[in-house]
T-cell receptor, first 115, second 111 residues
Framework: NAGVTQTPKFRILKIGQSMTLQCTQD?????MYWYRQDPGMGLKLIYY???????DKGEVPNGYNVSRSTTEDFPLRLELAAPSQTSVYFC??????????????FGPGTRLTVL | QKEVEQNSGPLSVPEGAIASLNCTYS??????FFWYRQYSGKSPELIMF????GDKEDGRFTAQLNKASQYVSLLIRDSQPSDSATYLC???????????FGRGTSLIVHP
């Protein structure tokens, strides 16, 4: 049981490049989330998904896209990277809210720098 | 705009003392309240959640919720240097899937 895994751990992009951050969970959780965390700040929700084929925007979706073709995977796509996207990105998963609140798990994070 | 406010700290306490971390929120419709611990360079880890007014205890941790005053707090008894971390408060409204996070309070427990 690996929990939530993310790849890569670190990445440096040039302005205008694109990349996909991978996230996989093996707990059969319906709900998955992408957050970004800037230094000294809390977590800001980028996108979330309540199940395969269903995604929705969070607080800060501009510049990002997601897809959810399977329960396990929830990749985050950055198109045309900008310095403002320099951040640490966390993927998380959980059962439906209100069912088992202790089963919230975060991946180890991806530290992205855009130069 | 739903807001969750935390004092960024750092809060410094001696080993063995009680650390008290506070969080206020703006949305009166909030129903679920969470505390996460985040070590430097690591991901957040859920340590407590509460949804009823009053206290909830789990080991050395106690979460306190006062919906009338719109605050939730986390008490850490017998603080240890290993408790040194940033503590994030998160609040979720009824009917919402999405929590709103505060900026976190940095706690330093010194020997």
């Amino acid at each position: 049981n690996a929990g939530v895994t993310q790849t890569p751990k670190f990445r440096i992009l040039k302005i205008g490049q694109s990349m996909t951050l991978q996230c996989t969970q093996d707990m059969n959780h319906n709900y998955m989330y992408w957050y970004r965390q800037d230094p000294g700040m809390g977590l800001k929700l980028i996108y979330y998904s309540v199940g395969a084929g269903i995604t929705d925007k969070g607080e800060v979706p501009n510049g990002y896209n997601v897809s959810r073709s399977t329960t396990e995977d929830f990749p985050l796509r950055l198109e045309l990277a900008a310095p403002s996207q320099t951040s640490v990105y966390f993927c998380a998963s959980s059962p439906p809210p209100g069912t088992s609140e202790t089963e919230q798990f975060f991946g180890p994070g991806t530290r992205l720098t855009v130069l | 705009q739903k807001e969750v406010e935390q004092n960024s700290g750092p809060l410094s306490v001696p080993e063995g003392a009680i650390a008290s971390l506070n969080c206020t929120y703006s949305d009166r419709g909030s129903q679920s309240f969470f505390w996460y611990r985040q070590y430097s360079g690591k991901s957040p880890e859920l340590i407590m959640f509460i949804y009823s007014n009053g206290d909830k205890e789990d080991g050395r941790f106690t979460a306190q919720l006062n919906k009338a005053s719109q605050y939730v707090s986390l008490l850490i008894r017998d603080s240890q240097p290993s408790d040194s971390a940033t503590y994030l408060c998160a609040v979720r409204s009824g009917g919402s899937y999405i929590p709103t996070f505060g900026r976190g309070t940095s706690l330093i427990v010194h020997p």
